[in-house]
């Protein structure tokens, strides 16, 4: 069965240090999302992506905050100067379709600022 | 803002009791629902949809009813396992290419 799959699965950062998750979503898949967990509470989209740009972002996605499809399998998001805040599980998600269907999801990676 | 939100933060029933999980929206404008489920450390898994033209869908063991009067939302678990334990949350999103909005989540525990 196709999956997203997404590295790495723990990140140790010092605050103020860039980070760069990694996502390989499903091969056929057009949509592309993060969303980020805060332990113990819900899931937050950050951002979506299709035909290489950003179609929509959240609050929680700022300046700090960059996606980059760089080439045909990879989805990347960078934060450049990370704070305690920015501790929480980060997941990759990518759609085939826009309007609905399932959004399959990876098992995130856990980044942890001190 | 408009919001995705849960009555009940946890619930615990007996194994092979049916369970039911509540959620309320307050976007009216949401016309796809889907539930997910969440075990410890993973990611959401998609456990069944439903668009806002109809008022219940089924799949394998599990049904979720749709009430657009009162914006409520709920999944219902048939004959509950050890396996379904876990945080479930609903999420709704609007036409067009918008993204997922997910609810608080309900965490569901199973007594052998």
């Known amino acids: 069965e196709p999956e997203v799959t997404q590295t790495p699965s723990h990140q140790v950062t010092q605050m103020g240090q860039e980070v760069i998750l990694r996502c390989v979503p499903i091969s056929n898949h057009l949509y592309f999302y993060w969303y980020r967990q805060i332990l113990g509470q819900k899931v937050e989209f950050l951002v979506s992506f299709y035909n290489n740009e950003i179609s929509e972002k959240s609050e929680i996605f700022d300046d700090q905050f960059s996606v980059e499809r760089p080439d045909g399998s990879n989805f990347t998001l960078k934060i450049r100067s990370t704070k305690l805040e920015d501790s929480a599980m980060y997941f990759c998600?990518?759609?085939?379709?826009?309007?609905?269907?399932?959004?399959?999801f990876g098992e995130g990676s856990r980044l942890t600022v001190l | 803002g408009e919001s995705v939100g849960l009555h009940l933060p946890t619930l615990s029933v007996q194994e092979g009791d049916n369970s039911i999980i509540n959620c309320a929206y307050s976007?009216?404008?949401?016309?796809?629902f889907i539930w997910y489920k969440q075990e410890s450390g993973k990611g959401p898994q998609f456990i069944i949809d439903i668009r806002s033209n109809m008022d219940k869908r089924q799949g394998q063991r599990v049904t979720v009813l749709l009430n657009k009067t009162v914006k409520h939302l709920s999944l219902q678990i048939a004959a509950t396992q050890p396996g379904d334990s876990a945080v479930y949350f609903c999420a709704e999103k609007s036409s067009g290419n918008t993204p997922l909005v997910f609810g608080k989540g309900t965490r569901l525990s199973v007594i052998a």
């Open positions: 998600a990518s759609r085939r379709f826009g309007e609905t269907g399932e959004l399959f």
């Open positions: 976007n009216s404008a949401s016309d796809y």
